[in-house]
Nanobody, 126 residues
Framework: QVQLVESGGGSVQAGGSLRLSCAAS????????VGWFRQPPGKQREGVAA????????YYANSVKGRFTISQDNANNTLYLQMNSLKPADTAMYYC???????????????????WGHGTQVTVSS
């Protein structure tokens, strides 16, 4: 059973940066899909960034391209999301999600991931 635990959220002013971490355990293989999602208050969950470890394929939502970077520390099974130039619109609960193959990275396919963390809150003030 894959378990995911997020950390690193907090409050920051617009233009600031945060780095989220997702510690994973229980993977049976080294090939899987893993990503970051967010759910603003009163809105649906959306995929922010994802990574397919089988080929190093990455995906970013248009709203975060050039500002957010997803990365993986394979030695520690930890996923990161570096968030720069944060905006108030980035305020949301951020979740880590993962799935085993067959899986994909993209706006809609990410929402079907099997494994989820409990989330970490990010608040950006203007």
């Amino acid at each position: 059973q894959v378990q995911l635990v997020e950390s690193g959220g907090g409050s920051v002013q617009a233009g600031g940066s945060l780095r989220l971490s997702c510690a994973a355990s229980g993977y049976r293989d080294s090939i899987y899909c893993v990503g970051w999602f967010r759910q603003p208050p009163g809105k649906q969950r959306e995929g922010v960034a994802a990574l397919y470890t089988g080929g190093g394929i990455t995906y970013y939502a248009n709203s975060v391209k050039g500002r957010f970077t997803i990365s993986q520390d394979n030695a520690n099974n930890t996923l990161y999301l570096q968030m720069n130039s944060l905006k108030p619109a980035d305020t949301a609960m951020y979740y880590c999600g993962a799935d085993t193959p067959p899986c994909g990275v993209g706006t809609y396919v990410m929402l079907s991931y099997t494994y989820w963390g409990h989330g970490t809150q990010v608040t950006v003030s203007s």
